[in-house]
């Protein structure tokens, strides 16, 4: 590809945009700058190719397409057609998955697909047919409201927030927290791994009609198999949201017991994560649960997004070339880097290490609270996000964590040498930040002290470190 394309299909589509509103041109422009000069550590965000970009940035957005592959509610759709099955073909033989839809507007939407397909399958289906009726339209009114107390009556296992699980797995502040009555598995106090035996026991204490693994701040390998075997054991349908680390199961850095498709009945997953794709979701399962979950639009989703399945069917090609796995192992080698650099300047990390792509800093070793280490590394240009650790004892708001990821470093090309780097500037900031006091001379979890001198040193050392990694090579707005 030559870059001359790149940076000219980039800066007509500015021209054209600049024509009607300039102030967006600008904004656009101004966040690739953004984006190019800070170091970005947020372990859920990457960096799409310019043919994923360029993917979303057209006509197809302009079509409507309820339905599925060549069942659509609208005429002509047959475009919209090609580019769905091509995303769903492109997963399917990515994954190893007998069935893939590529609908979910994102992995929060992917798991209200899977989460209504499995109610559908395990509630819903049997419900219909202790009432002799076909489909909820012919059910007695009676019958209706059993129905719907069936459905509000069934019970979510999956990973407790503070040990790295997601909101979406059954916590108040979303639907599944409301959909489903839930109970949290932890880690284990001590190593800060998940403790099976423990998950075993709660699974068999409180019989959940569906038992999730998967987690967004948990920097270990989890065992599908067993969790299987734990599902199976119960009768609970097993689903995996492997939303942060589908890249490392794309590139085969995650394999056998740890690759969750083989394992799981349903697995959800974000495009934009580690699997570097446009910013969407994902659904993945067996024949047993296909047809459920293609009814995700219009039972949960709004109409799908062509332009965005037009950008997954690339990304998709992309993450299957021989190159994705070299990338999928240097994030790991790059996870592991950083958090050996920083183990040996002395802090203190959740389980010890890590085995994929994210660490996550007990900060609590440096005196701070998560959100006082986030604002202290944000002024010295190193972007991360608090994060709650297990037990947090400054709760989910302040926390006592930074988590940091290396998805999109590894993809501006950053290796290991510069993880040692990364990691002593991370160090400085902290270990040269203090907790500051409130008014009232209490200790404050918000309030820090941080030289702004040392700050803007450490920034240029990040800008220095970045230089020789440009962000979208290709791309020279002029
Ligand atoms: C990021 C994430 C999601 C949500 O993805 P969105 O695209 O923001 O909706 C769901 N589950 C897990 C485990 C995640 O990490």
């Given at each position: 590809m030559s870059r001359n394309a790149e940076s000219t299909a980039f800066r007509s589509a500015l021209e054209v945009i600049r024509a009607v509103e300039p102030r967006v041109?600008?904004?656009?422009?101004?966040?690739?700058?953004?984006?190019?000069e800070s170091l970005k550590l947020i372990a859920s965000e990457n960096y799409a190719s310019p043919a994923t970009l360029l993917a979303m940035g057209n006509w197809f957005s302009d079509k409507y397409a309820e339905g599925t592959v060549?069942?659509?509610?609208?005429?002509?759709?047959?475009?919209?057609?090609?580019?769905?099955?091509?995303?769903?073909?492109?997963?399917?033989?990515?994954?190893?998955?007998?069935?893939?839809?590529?609908?979910?507007?994102?992995?929060?939407?992917?798991?209200?697909?899977?989460?209504?397909a499995i109610l559908a399958d395990r509630v819903e289906a049997p419900a219909l047919r202790r009432a002799q009726a076909r489909h909820v339209n012919d059910l007695t009114e009676q019958d209706w409201f059993a129905l719907r107390r069936e459905l509000g009556d069934q019970r979510m296992l999956g990973m407790s927030l503070d040990a790295g699980g997601h909101l979406t797995h059954g916590f108040r502040p979303n639907i599944s927290g409301k959909m489903f009555d839930q109970r949290s598995y932890g880690t284990d106090p001590a190593s800060?791994?998940?403790?099976?035996?423990?998950v075993a026991e709660a699974a068999r204490e409180f019989r959940p009609l569906v038992l999730v693994a998967g987690y967004s701040a948990y920097p270990r390998k989890v065992n599908f198999r067993i969790m299987r075997e734990i599902a199976d054991?119960?009768?609970?349908?097993?689903?995996?949201?492997?939303?942060?680390?589908?890249g490392l199961v794309a590139g085969k850095v995650f394999t056998g017991d740890f690759d969750p498709v083989p394992?799981?009945?349903?697995?959800?997953?974000?495009?934009?994560?580690?699997?570097?794709?446009?910013?969407?979701?994902?659904?993945?399962?067996g024949p047993e649960l296909a047809d459920q979950v293609d009814r995700g639009c219009p039972m949960v989703l709004g109409g799908p997004l062509p332009h965005v399945m037009a950008a997954k069917a690339v990304a998709l090609a992309e993450a299957r070339r021989p190159d994705f796995a070299d990338y999928a192992q240097r994030i790991v080698d790059n996870a592991q880097a950083l958090a050996e650099g920083l183990l040996r300047r002395g802090a203190t990390l959740v389980t010890g290490g890590t085995d994929n792509h994210l660490v996550l800093i007990d900060v609590t070793g440096y005196g701070l609270t998560g959100r006082q280490a986030e604002q202290a590394l944000l002024d010295s240009g190193i972007v991360t996000n608090r994060n709650a650790v297990p037990q947090d004892p400054n709760g989910a708001w302040y926390t006592s964590g930074i988590r940091i990821g290396t998805p999109a470093l590894t993809t501006r090309g950053l290796g290991v040498a510069e993880m040692d780097s990364t990691a002593e500037l991370i160090h400085?900031?902290?270990?040269?930040?203090?907790?500051g006091a409130n008014p009232d001379g209490t200790a404050s979890k918000a309030k820090y002290v941080l030289d702004p001198a040392l700050a803007?040193?450490?920034?240029?050392?990040a800008t220095e470190l970045l230089a020789g990694f440009p962000l979208y090579p290709g791309v020279d707005l002029g």
């Open positions: 041109a600008d904004a656009i422009g101004a966040e690739l700058v953004d984006q190019r060549g069942r659509r509610f609208y005429a002509g759709c047959q475009n919209v057609d090609t580019v769905e099955a091509l995303a769903a073909e492109h997963a399917r033989e990515l994954f190893g998955a007998a069935h893939a839809y590529a609908q979910p507007h994102s992995g929060i939407d992917a798991n209200l697909v899977a989460f209504w800060g791994l998940v403790d099976y035996d423990k054991s119960v009768g609970a349908t097993f689903m995996v949201d492997m939303a942060h680390f589908a394992h799981a009945h349903i697995v959800t997953t974000t495009t934009h994560k580690s699997l570097r794709g446009p910013r969407g979701g994902l659904v993945l399962c400085t900031v902290l270990s040269q930040t203090t907790a803007d040193k450490v920034g240029h050392q």
